[in-house]
């Protein structure tokens, strides 16, 4: 009888430890950072060794080679990248990496939005005002290695000056452009530059495309710092983000993940100030 009892206990130790490492196999992690003209860059191996994630979606990141070798030295490959402007005469993007033991790279495209007439005014003002980069949109397409599925990934980088109507216009047209079942796994992710009114528009143009917000419990994403990160402004941006600060105090919030497919476990603001914005950190099970 003790016999029966012992073995009954081994199995279900061994049981419970297969479900733990299981569910371990089927987390999916993601980082969105805006690393500020690279200025995280260098600090990002902080971040990456507490917290592993699956991918790491970066914008207003430098797109040359030893960048991108820099990061990938942390163990993770180069899925894609998409230039958006140069500064400093050097060039940015946004940048998509990802863990080769958890996933396979499949395809990836970048989303030409273009200028309609409506936005030159805008345009125009961005020059002025020295924030004259692109919006961009990278997607990327990824298997994951235990479930196999598939999972695509798009890494947003919008423009500062705007309206949030245009931005809505922009992400719509991206999310048609994506063209997958509502059945498939989606992150969108990143800088989408959405200031904090017509917020109710922005969930239901998601809601249409079966699309829930993974940073509903972050209320800022974004903090200007005068200890050297705003340097790198030139004078219009170190005064336009003194009236944001002025304006809007603590509760700016321009970074989101949007996800469909997968159940949330947690989202996290990473807490560290190499750049205006923080990273943020959201956990799904896939």
């Known amino acids: 009888m003790k016999k029966v009892i012992h073995n009954w206990w081994i199995t279900l130790f061994i049981l419970l430890n297969k479900l733990i490492q299981y569910n371990i196999l089927m987390n999916l992690s993601l980082l969105t950072y805006n690393t500020l003209f690279n200025n995280a860059a260098d600090k990002i191996d902080e971040v990456i060794d507490k917290y592993h994630p699956d991918i790491v979606c970066l914008q207003e990141a430098l797109t040359n080679d030893n960048n991108v070798k820099n990061i990938e030295k942390l163990g993770?490959?180069?899925?894609?990248?998409?230039?958006?402007?140069?500064k400093f005469g050097k060039?940015?993007?946004?940048?998509?990496?990802?863990?080769?033991?958890?996933?396979?790279?499949?395809?990836s495209f970048t989303l030409n939005l273009g200028i309609n007439p409506i936005e030159y005014f805008f345009y125009l003002l961005q020059v002025i005002l020295g924030y004259n980069k692109p919006k961009t949109i990278l997607k990327t397409d990824f298997i994951h290695k235990s479930t196999k599925k598939r999972i695509a990934i798009c890494n947003v980088h919008l423009y500062v000056i705007g309206s949030n109507e245009l931005r809505i216009k922009h992400i719509n047209k991206a999310l048609k452009s994506v063209n997958l079942s509502k059945k498939e796994p989606l992150i969108?992710?990143?800088?989408?530059?959405?200031?904090?009114?017509?917020?109710?528009?922005?969930?239901?143009?998601?809601?249409?495309?079966?699309?829930?917000e993974a940073t509903k419990n972050i209320e800022q994403t974004i903090k200007f710092s005068y200890d050297g990160l705003s340097e790198k402004f030139s004078f219009f941006q170190r005064f336009f983000s003194k009236f944001i600060n002025k304006v809007f105090a603590n509760g700016l919030k321009i970074d989101y993940v949007f996800y469909r497919v997968l159940r949330l476990k947690k989202t996290e603001r990473i807490e560290t100030h190499s750049s205006d914005h923080y990273p943020i950190i959201s956990i799904f099970d896939i």
């Open 76 to 86: 993770y490959k180069l899925a894609d990248f998409a230039n958006s402007f140069i």
């Open 91 to 107: 060039i940015f993007g946004v940048i998509t990496f990802y863990n080769p033991k958890t996933l396979i790279f499949n395809d």
């Open 188 to 212: 969108i992710c990143g800088d989408f530059n959405y200031f904090p009114y017509r917020r109710k528009r922005l969930e239901r143009m998601m809601a249409r495309y079966h699309l829930k």
